[in-house]
T-cell receptor, first 115, second 113 residues
Framework: DTGVSQDPRHKITKRGQNVTFRCDPI?????LYWYRQTLGQGPEFLTY????????KSRLLSDRFSAERPKGSFSTLEIQRTEQGDSAMYLC?????????????FGPGTRLLVL | QQQVKQSPQSLIVQKGGISIINCAYE??????FPWYQQFPGKGPALLIA?????SEKKEGRFTISFNKSAKQFSLHIMDSQPGDSATYFC????????????FGAGTTVTVRA
């Protein structure tokens, strides 16, 4: 399967715990985006990488959130001291800065439930 | 502040009927308008997309109509099938913003057999 993959698919945690999600983009894609989707809403942009550089972070991304893409390939999104309001689907998408740069392909998402 | 407004929130259509979903935007910088289809528990899948230099794009049973002056675009699903039952999201992005997507709130389509 050469699509975007995310791990884990589901995560249940207790309030105050730290969680980390992983995204593996399509191999030739140099852009990687993170979005968050709450129930009944469309995805909202969180942050974006081109290669290993994090180019933008949304106001939605509080100080408890950090994302990395150390070698310009896979990315991780960490949430520290989780809160119940963090419960959502976290989506990763990848794209290319070259041809068809407007197109993003989404992974299956990681559904987080904070108890 | 939602940059793309989508309606209706949900719709029910009979098999073989036409589903129509509408979206409106304010930011005239947007230059790419994709539609995504999402099934429960899955990530959004790109369905069809349009740029503002054309007024209509058709791919199979799916058609986007685009009205640049009204800043509106719509998705038409012809000959709707039960397998089309899903949530549909319109979105918009632009090049100088590195194509970060702004999504509508979604429309849940139910196709009755």
């Amino acid at each position: 399967d050469t699509g975007v993959s995310q791990d884990p698919r589901h995560k249940i945690t207790k309030r105050g715990q730290n969680v980390t999600f992983r995204c593996d983009p399509i191999s030739e894609h140099n852009r990687l985006y993170w979005y968050r989707q709450t129930l009944g809403q469309g995805p909202e942009f969180l942050t974006y990488f081109q290669n290993e550089a994090q180019l933008e972070k949304s106001r939605l991304l509080s100080d408890r959130f950090s994302a990395e893409r150390p070698k310009g390939s896979f990315s991780t999104l960490e949430i520290q001291r989780t809160e119940q309001g963090d419960s959502a689907m976290y989506l990763c998408a990848s794209g290319n800065s070259g041809s068809r740069q407007e197109t993003q392909y989404f992974g299956p998402g990681t559904r987080l439930l904070v108890l | 502040q939602q940059q793309v407004k989508q309606s209706p929130q949900s719709l029910i259509v009979q098999k073989g009927g036409i589903s129509i979903i509408n979206c409106a935007y304010e930011n005239t910088a947007f230059d790419y308008f994709p539609w995504y289809q999402q099934f429960p528990g899955k990530g959004p899948a790109l369905l069809i997309a349009i740029r503002p230099d054309v007024s209509e794009k058709k791919e199979g049973r799916f058609t986007i109509s685009f009205n640049k002056s009204a800043k509106q675009f719509s998705l038409h699903i012809m000959d709707s099938q039960p397998g089309d039952s899903a949530t549909y999201f319109c979105a918009a992005s632009f090049r100088s913003n590195d194509y970060k997507l702004s999504f509508g709130a979604g429309t849940t389509v139910t196709v009755r057999a």
